[in-house]
């Protein structure tokens, strides 16, 4: 066995588990030993059952001494119960409505059993014991606990992750000199403990080795990123178009003093004859749509086509209209390509792109499929970016050669963040928003008082203007006691709403239909709009006064403030409710967050520190970045450390060091592209 075999081939495991563990993302040996515990058990073994504590998981060693007949019970289950005794002390193990368990012990065996017991005034119970096999009672045992689905149980998932350690030696990845330097145990130590540890030091220290190994392999990569764009990045030297001072000349508004400076900074990289790579950082509302239809001229009237990918139709179509109003002056040809483009026209657009009559398409996923080609790219637009994956991005930048591409993102990254996470990307900001925005008067209120909430919404509504009202569910469910898109569109067409024109809208719904719906909301056709984030990108609509956010509880603060951010971008004053179950003080203070700052920069900032970056940035899904068990918010002074020594490493010519970084040039080569945002 080496960590590349099948996991079909483990001992215990089977073509059909193999399936089941597929779907958790796990092929090999190797995706099986990355597979990291979420917590971790302590089970206590005890010598003397009367020891334990209430609710304490332990192990222990003991006797059968009768097993009792079923009963069942009023309630329709049935209990089964086994007296056991460890010497003189008794104590019942019970389970309900699995009479089988029972029958895997036998009357006066001695067993090694494991649970969790109730000790109710010295009369001690232990629910659901499980027989343990291979095991002494020599030391307390850490018992990993893994995130697993279809059920995959956690007794099998650490038998085989035990069983293949058993079998395999892991190769160490780390030069010595480091090692030593930070008295690192092995990567194989780590390994081991990560999954079943000794003792807690151990995987202290295991957390420790893994997480620096995760940020230092993530720095090396960015800052050999950095050096390979330098070394091997080609680029189109466009010049600059003449017509560009008629577009700003008839633009619909000036440029912000922001925004001018964001245009002046990719159009020097434009005319540069190595390639562009560029982040633009903006707030909802900062203007980025218009600085990337800018840029992309120039490069149209260099004679190259220009593409820009929007996460969703929505906005895909609203780009769309946009760049027609502002370039309707000029004679391009300007295509849209989604989801929803029928199959004809769709063919007809991939010609057009192929033989170059086509100068700016603007598209969904649908661009990066395949079968798209373009006679000569130039330039790549990718709005919210974080809401692609790497694989898509690089999918959209392999269209062309040596195209210069801006990625645009309303997330603010902390800079001192940015620059270990993007650090081969260069970074622009608009830090400004265009004149005349009027503040959001923001407010939260109680779940339990949302009947003047909507009744103020309705007051809206009469004086003309429009209101979002933003769901965390489309369908109710059960488990979670949280506002659904359907359930309240029911609720409010029955009561508040009933002589208004509202809709529905969530992320499911066929394209058409959501289109649809959307263009009513924008002539003004329907006055409300029930809904679930698909909205939170990008959606302009000016006469929308009112966001209303249910259970904003359950949101993040970035989220929270992109919502926000579509109200408040036309001439009337406009409101932002958050509604919420205020069940404790952190509820309440990351409300405080959202009415005292209207800043993103600083909201992100907060949102970080209350509740880590992973899902944030997407960090956490595996195979997307590399990081497992690091976190960058959390982790943030390991990752400086990582990157000072991947700086040092990159330097050095010691062989150790050559061999780690040649390794680390092949992953990044194997990688089409050498883009790494993440
Ligand atoms: P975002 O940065 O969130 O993508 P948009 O590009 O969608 O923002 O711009 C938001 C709105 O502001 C649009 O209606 C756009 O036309 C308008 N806008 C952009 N720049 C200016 C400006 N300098 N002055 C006035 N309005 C502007
Ligand atoms: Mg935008």
Not at 156 to 164: A, E, G, H, W, Y
Not at 358 to 368: E, F, P, Q, R
Not at 475 to 502: A, H, P
């Amino acid at each position: 066995m080496d960590i590349y075999s099948d996991i079909k081939y483990i001992k215990g495991v089977g073509p059909i588990m193999a399936e089941t563990l597929n779907k958790c993302g796990i092929f090999n040996v190797l995706d099986l030993l990355l597979y990291f515990p979420r917590n971790y058990e302590n089970v206590s073994a005890v010598k003397n059952i009367m020891d334990c504590e209430d609710n304490q998981k332990i192990i222990v060693e003991c006797t059968v001494l009768n097993i009792l007949k079923d009963q069942r019970l009023k309630n329709n289950k049935t209990l089964s119960t086994i007296l056991f005794c460890q010497g003189e002390n008794k104590f019942k193990g019970k389970w309900f409505n699995q009479t089988y368990a029972k029958n895997s012990f036998k009357n006066s065996n001695s067993y090694i059993i494991t649970g969790k017991v109730n000790n109710f005034k010295g009369e001690i119970t232990m629910m659901n014991p499980k027989i343990v096999k291979n095991t002494s009672m020599d030391t307390n045992k850490i018992i990993a606990t893994y995130p697993l689905k279809n059920n995959v149980t956690n007794n099998f998932f650490n038998k085989i992750i035990s069983d293949v350690l058993c079998n395999i030696e892991i190769t160490e990845n780390l030069p010595k000199w480091l090692l030593d330097k930070y008295r690192f145990c092995s990567l194989d130590e780590a390994i081991r403990s990560i999954h079943s540890p000794k003792s807690l030091e151990l995987l202290n220290s295991a957390k420790k080795r893994l997480k620096f190994q995760e940020l230092f392999t993530y720095s090396l990569k960015i800052l050999m990123l950095k050096e390979f764009i330098k070394t091997n990045n080609d680029g189109i030297k466009f010049k600059i178009a003449p017509e560009l001072t008629t577009l700003k000349e008839r633009l619909p508004f000036n440029l912000t003093k922001a925004q001018s400076k964001v245009v002046r900074e990719i159009l020097i990289d434009q005319k540069k004859d190595k390639g562009m790579n560029r982040l633009l950082q903006g707030d909802v509302g900062s203007g980025k749509t218009i600085v990337a239809i800018i840029t992309m001229f120039n490069v149209v009237k260099n004679g190259y086509q220009a593409a820009m990918m929007a996460p969703t139709e929505i906005l895909a179509n609203q780009h769309y209209e946009e760049i027609q109003n502002v370039l309707k002056d000029f004679p391009l040809t300007i295509k849209l390509l989604t989801g929803s483009t029928t199959p004809k026209n769709k063919e007809l657009i991939k010609q057009e792109l192929k033989n170059g009559t086509i100068d700016v398409i603007i598209g969904t996923h649908a661009l990066i499929e395949d079968n798209v080609q373009f006679k000569n790219l130039g330039m790549i637009v990718t709005d919210e970016q974080h809401r692609f994956g790497v694989s898509q991005r690089n999918r959209f930048s392999n269209k062309g050669k040596n195209i210069d591409i801006l990625v645009m993102t309303a997330t603010p990254i902390p800079r001192t963040l940015s620059l270990y996470l993007y650090g081969d990307l260069d970074v622009s900001i608009i830090d400004e928003l265009p004149p005349g925005r009027q503040n959001i008067d923001t407010s939260y209120e109680s779940m339990t008082s949302s009947r003047h909430v909507y009744e103020f919404a309705l007051s809206e509504i009469n004086k003309g203007r429009q209101v979002y009202i933003v769901c965390p569910l489309v369908e109710e469910n059960e488990e979670m006691k949280l506002s659904s898109v359907q359930v309240l569109y029911e609720k409010l067409k029955g009561e508040y709403f009933n002589s208004t024109e509202i809709a529905m809208v969530y992320g499911k719904m066929p394209s058409k239909q959501k289109n649809e719906i959307m263009d009513k909301f924008k002539t003004g056709e329907i006055k409300a709009l029930i809904c679930t984030t698909v909205i939170e990108v990008g959606v302009n609509v000016p006469n929308a006064t009112v966001m209303i956010i249910e259970n904003s509880e359950r949101f993040g603060l970035a989220q929270l403030h992109q919502l926000r951010g579509r109200v408040g971008r036309g001439e009337h004053k406009s409101y932002c409710i958050l509604l919420a179950n205020i069940t404790n003080k952190i509820v309440r203070k990351r409300l405080e967050i959202m009415i005292k700052s209207n800043d993103g920069f600083f909201i992100a900032e907060e949102d970080l520190k209350t509740r880590g970056a992973g899902e944030l940035f997407g960090f956490k899904q595996h195979g997307e970045s590399g990081l497992i068990i690091a976190d960058v918010i959390e982790d943030i002074n390991i990752l400086k450390l990582a990157n000072s020594e991947a700086k040092e490493l990159i330097k050095s010519n010691n062989i150790e060091d050559i061999k780690v970084k040649n390794e680390i040039t092949e992953k990044i080569q194997q990688s089409s592209n050498y883009i790494c945002f993440n």
